[in-house]
């Protein structure tokens, strides 16, 4: 009886997918709670060395595991009692890096934790194998058993972060890698066919009417770096075709959103809207953690304010969770028409006040217009991603029938992992510079890019790990997998196939249902 309450507890809370929620301590939140971390019955939640047979189906799984709130209080006390606050921090490592060492004390871990964060390699000096087959550690001389076998202590803690340190350090790769993907300071000089495709952009937006379609067909395979704030701006409907009234139209809208600030910014420690602020405000830090740029004060300021804007003036979905991934693409791209150099690195308060306000009111609209065709994914029970991830099912059970069936075998649902695709835009699945460089400029080309041709984008993104899903033959494995697909190291020629083949697959499903554009 209680399994069975486990397995339907999803169908009975109140809480719906995407309503708002702390994201606890990750860059990925969880959107089931049978994806949280989970640990065998009847043992603590800490250090937990047994060793079960892994589950087959979700049934099993559900059978051998608890949830994470099924421990009570215990696993936040653990967390607040240990020392990982900023003092304890070791020098050269980054927040993400020590949550990775705390998991791995808690849960007997070895492999790194959150996804897409280089771990250092283990000194084989420090760690041996018992004779009965038991790690040990050597501290201070002595050999002692590993986190994954007894509770460890404060002191003990200390020791083991000082001891991180002193290991050699693989850098972490950033995401955004080098923005400034061509045309740049330091890039390399540009192709002929480079210099053709950028004139020919030129030739069409300096026109006294731009032909909006010719754009969006010369926008479909990538816009040259000088052109795509403007062509952005175009496709996103937010300035006209007509290139006399574009000044007029940015000042006029600039100053409205500017007017917004002040009529509404200060109602945020209202009682009606304080739990929507708060939930910006933590939320904000998390997006690229790894991006030095998202982390400067202004930065974070200017997120704030665009999304409370946009959640007060859009009650009937207010602000969710993945609506802040959202704003990056075109705040960086508004801000690299100013910036020669690296954009991850680049200090924005360097920039005149009158620059950064216009980089902040052209990212709200922007990224209002893209949310104004894909608004049913932010309203109650969000039914626009219900319904695209169904959709996305049928779409595989066409394309490749051979990993749905292997996704029923072991009863993974697509909404298990799916979800985060369509909330996010896959924007948590690739790197921030495919995202900007490849992927959007493509959804902006399209004419329904976001709501209608992301799902076909998913579906050849699925199918890219064919191999790799086929090989996992349990219901955990499956979704670790899915989860944390390794996409870290991709550029433009992988999204670049990517996009070939959901435009292959676009129109040889043309005779896809309705359904399918919602």
């Avoid at 892994?54 to 653990?78: L, M, P, Q």
Wanted: proline share 6%; glycine share 4%; net charge negative.
């Amino acid at each position: 009886m209680a399994t069975d309450n486990r397995i339907n507890f999803w169908r009975r809370n109140t809480k719906v997918p995407g309503s708002v929620q702390p994201v606890y301590g990750a860059q990925h939140p969880p959107l089931d709670p049978r994806l949280r971390r989970t640990y065998p019955k009847d043992s603590k939640p800490k250090f937990n060395n047994l060793k079960s047979k892994k589950a087959c189906s979700f049934h099993e799984f559900a059978c051998s595991t608890n949830d994470a709130w099924d421990i009570g209080d215990e696993e936040d006390e653990i967390l607040c009692g240990t020392p990982f606050s900023a003092s304890f921090t070791p020098s050269g490592q980054d927040w993400t890096s020590v949550h990775n060492q705390q998991l791995r004390h808690q849960t007997g871990e070895t492999e790194h934790v959150l996804p897409h964060i280089l771990t250092p390699p283990r000194d084989e000096g420090h760690n041996s194998q018992r004779d009965d087959g038991s790690e040990c550690e050597r501290v201070n001389g002595k050999f002692v058993k590993s986190s994954s076998d007894a509770d460890l202590n404060t002191t003990s803690v200390r020791s083991s972060l000082q001891k991180q340190q002193s290991l050699p350090v693989r850098p972490i790769i950033p995401l955004v890698a080098r923005i400034s993907d061509q045309n740049a300071s330091g890039a390399p000089p540009m192709t002929v066919r480079e210099k053709s495709r950028l004139d020919k952009f030129k030739q069409l937006l300096a026109s006294p009417n731009t032909d909006l379609e010719e754009l969006r067909k010369h926008s479909w395979s990538g816009i040259p770096r000088e052109v795509r704030p403007i062509t952005w701006r175009l496709l996103s409907g937010y300035l006209p075709a007509n290139k006399e009234r574009r000044e007029l139209v940015l000042k006029r809208k600039r100053e409205e959103y500017f007017g917004f600030i002040e009529q509404y910014y200060h109602s945020r420690t209202d009682e009606h809207y304080k739990d929507t602020y708060r939930q910006i405000h933590i939320d904000i830090p998390r997006t690229n953690p790894l991006i030095p740029l998202f982390q400067q004060p202004a930065v974070q300021e200017v997120f704030e304010r665009i999304l409370f804007i946009w959640a007060i003036r859009h009650p009937a979905s207010g602000y969710v969770q993945g609506i802040n991934d959202l704003v990056t693409p075109f705040f960086v791209v508004f801000l690299s028409e100013f910036v020669t150099e690296d954009v991850e690195n680049f200090d924005v308060a360097a920039l005149p006040l009158e620059t950064q306000r216009n980089i902040e009111a052209d990212s709200f609209w922007c990224m209002s217009k893209l949310l104004d065709g894909i608004q049913d994914n932010y309203t109650f029970a969000q039914p626009g991603i219900q319904n695209k991830v169904k959709a996305l099912e049928e779409l595989v059970s066409r394309i490749d029938v051979d990993i749905h069936t292997h996704f029923k075998k072991y009863e993974v649902e697509y909404l298990q992992f799916a979800f985060r695709w369509m909330n996010n835009l896959l924007m948590r699945e690739l790197p921030l510079r495919c995202t900007i460089i490849c992927l959007w400029d493509t959804y902006q080309a399209e004419a329904e890019g976001f709501s209608h041709f992301h799902l076909y984008v998913c579906a050849a993104f699925l199918i890219e790990w064919r191999k790799e899903i086929l090989c996992m033959v349990d219901f955990q494995s499956l979704l670790m997998l899915l989860q944390n697909l390794p996409t870290i190291h991709w550029g433009n020629e992988e999204v670049g196939l990517l996009l070939a083949e959901a435009y292959r697959l676009k129109y040889m499903f043309a005779d896809a249902p309705n359904h399918y554009k919602r």
